[in-house]
C-alpha cells in the first residue's frame, strides 16, 4: 500500500460531484487516487456520514478536499482516523458553533439577493443570474449548463453548525477566490487566516475556481498530498 493519500473531493452547494471535472483529470494526470463524494445536500449530518462512509472505505491516508459548503462538510468529516490533511477551496471552514449561514452574515456576499427558497424549502440561486454569480469567469455556455443542472439544498442545512472542527488537529491548506460573490472574499481571508494553514493561495477567480482555474487548484492539492 502507498503512503500517498488517497483524494476525496466534496463539492458544495448547487453543484455535485461533476464540478470536479477539470480538478480530477489534472489530479489524475499528476497520478493520484481520487474519489468524489456526492451529497445529498438534505443535512450537514446527512453530508457528513455520506463523506465519512467514503473515507472508511478507503485503504489508507485520506486527504479531504472541500470546495464551498463542502468545506463545512470536511470540517467535520475530517476527524474521521483515516484523514491527515484538509484542503479548502473558496470554501467554508467554521469554528466550534458556528454554521455557513452565521459566516455568510458576517459580510453579505454580491450573490445573496438571488437566493430563494421554494415551496419545498429548497434553496435556489436564480438560473437566470447564475453566471454571474456563480463562475463568470467561465463561459456564458458552462454557466448555462451549470444553473440548469444545478443541485439545491435544503435551505435548513445552511445553518447547520459544526461541533469538532478538524482543522483545529489536522495540516490545512486554503485557496481564496479574489471575485467570489458568494462566499465574500472578506470571510475567505477570515477565515483561512484562523486555520494556521500551511500554505493560503489568492486567485482572482470566481466561486468555480474548481472550474476556472484547474491547474492551480491541483498544484495546491498536489503540495498538499505531498506534504501530508
Known sequence: MSSQPTIVLVHGFWGGAAHWGRVIVELARKGHRLRAVELPLTSLADDVERTRKMVAQVDGPVLLVGHSYGGAVITE???????????????????????????????????????????????????????????????????????????????????DTIATPAWKSKPSWYQISSQDRMISPENQRRMSARLGAKKVIELEASHASLASRPAEIAALIDEAAAAV
Open 77 to 159: 468529516a475530517g476527524n474521521h482516523p483515516n484523514v491527515v490533511g484538509l484542503v479548502y477551496v473558496a470554501a467554508f471552514a467554521p469554528d466550534a458553533g458556528e454554521s455557513p449561514v452565521g459566516i455568510t452574515q458576517q459580510s453579505l456576499p454580491q450573490a445573496a439577493p438571488d437566493l430563494a427558497p421554494d415551496s419545498d424549502g429548497y434553496l435556489w440561486l436564480n438560473p437566470d443570474k447564475f453566471h454571474q454569480d456563480f463562475c463568470q469567469d467561465l463561459s456564458a455556455d458552462d454557466g448555462l449548463v451549470m444553473g440548469v443542472t444545478q443541485k439545491a439544498p435544503l435551505a435548513g442545512t445552511f445553518g
